[in-house]
C-alpha cells in the first residue's frame, strides 16, 4: 500500500485565494483526521470523519476553512479566503482498529505559505 | 491548554548518552501512544501503551505508562544520530474513533 497520499506537497499563495489541500486515506481505513501542525501550536486536530461523516469539527478554527469527504478515499481541506496566519503544515491521517486500538497513519503532509 | 505536557521541548546529546522524555497530563488516557517524525514527513507511531504501570520495548527504547494512566515516558539508551527527530506523545480517552490528543513535542538532536 503507498500509505497516506497527500497532495500538494507544497503550496504558496497570496493572502485571499483560496487553497485546497486534497488526501487520499489507506484503503479500508475507514476513519479520517485533519491535523495542522507549527512551531507555537504543535499538532493540532482540526476535523475527524468516520465512514465518511464528520464527527468532531471544533478544532476547525474559523468559518473559512471548511473539509469534506465525498468517500471513503477521498477528503478535502479547504481554505478560503486565506490568511498569512493559515500557514502550517496540514497532515491528513487514516486509521483502523487492531486489538481494539486504533492507529493512525500520517501523510507527509502539506507545507502551506500564504503570502 | 495543553492536556499532555511534554518535557523537555530541546534536547541536545552526544551520540552513546542515555536520555528520558516525558509526557505529562492531569487526565486520564485510556492509552498513549509515541510517534517520531522527522523533517519533512508525518509522524510515524513507535509504541502504544495501555495498562498502568506497562513497560514496553523497541530495541534501545523503552517506554512506561504511568499506574495511574496519566503519564508516560521514553528512555533511550546509547543515543544514535538516527534517534534525532521530533517526539510526541499522544493520548486517547478510549472514543470508538480514536481521536488522539498531543503533546507539544520534544525535539531531540543526538551529535555524532
Known amino acids: 500500500d503507498a500509505g497516506v497520499i497527500q497532495s500538494p506537497r507544497h503550496e504558496v499563495t497570496e493572502m485571499g485565494q483560496e487553497v485546497t489541500l486534497r488526501c487520499k486515506p489507506i484503503s479500508g481505513h475507514n476513519s479520517l483526521f485533519w491535523y495542522r501542525q507549527t512551531m507555537m501550536r504543535g499538532l493540532e486536530l482540526l476535523i475527524y470523519?468516520?465512514?465518511?461523516?464528520?464527527?468532531?469539527d471544533s478544532g476547525m478554527p474559523e468559518d473559512r476553512f471548511s473539509a469534506k469527504m465525498p468517500n471513503a478515499s477521498f477528503s478535502t481541506l479547504k481554505i478560503q479566503p486565506s490568511e498569512p496566519r493559515d500557514s502550517a503544515v496540514y497532515f491528513c491521517?487514516?486509521?483502523?482498529?487492531?486489538?481494539?486500538?486504533?492507529?493512525?497513519?500520517f501523510g507527509a503532509g502539506t507545507r502551506l505559505s500564504v503570502l | 491548554t495543553q492536556l499532555l505536557e511534554q518535557s523537555p521541548q530541546f534536547l541536545s546529546i552526544q551520540e552513546g548518552e542515555n536520555l528520558t522524555v516525558y509526557c505529562n497530563s492531569s487526565s486520564v488516557f485510556s492509552s498513549l501512544q509515541w510517534y517520531r517524525q522527522e523533517p519533512g514527513e508525518g509522524p510515524v507511531l513507535l509504541v502504544t501503551?495501555?495498562?498502568?504501570?506497562e513497560v514496553k520495548k523497541l530495541k534501545r527504547l523503552t517506554f512506561q505508562f504511568g499506574d495511574a494512566r496519566k503519564d508516560s515516558s521514553l528512555h533511550i539508551t546509547a543515543a544514535q544520530p538516527g534517534d534525532t527527530g521530533l517526539y510526541l506523545c499522544?493520548?486517547?480517552?478510549?472514543?470508538?474513533?480514536?481521536?488522539?490528543?498531543f503533546g507539544q513535542g520534544t525535539i531531540l538532536t543526538v551529535h555524532p
Open positions: 491521517a487514516s486509521s483502523f482498529t487492531t486489538s481494539g486500538l486504533r492507529i493512525q497513519y
Open positions: 499522544a493520548g486517547s480517552r478510549g472514543t470508538s474513533y480514536g481521536k488522539l490528543t
Open positions: 501503551v495501555v495498562t498502568g504501570g
Open positions: 470523519f468516520n465512514n465518511n461523516v464528520p464527527i468532531d
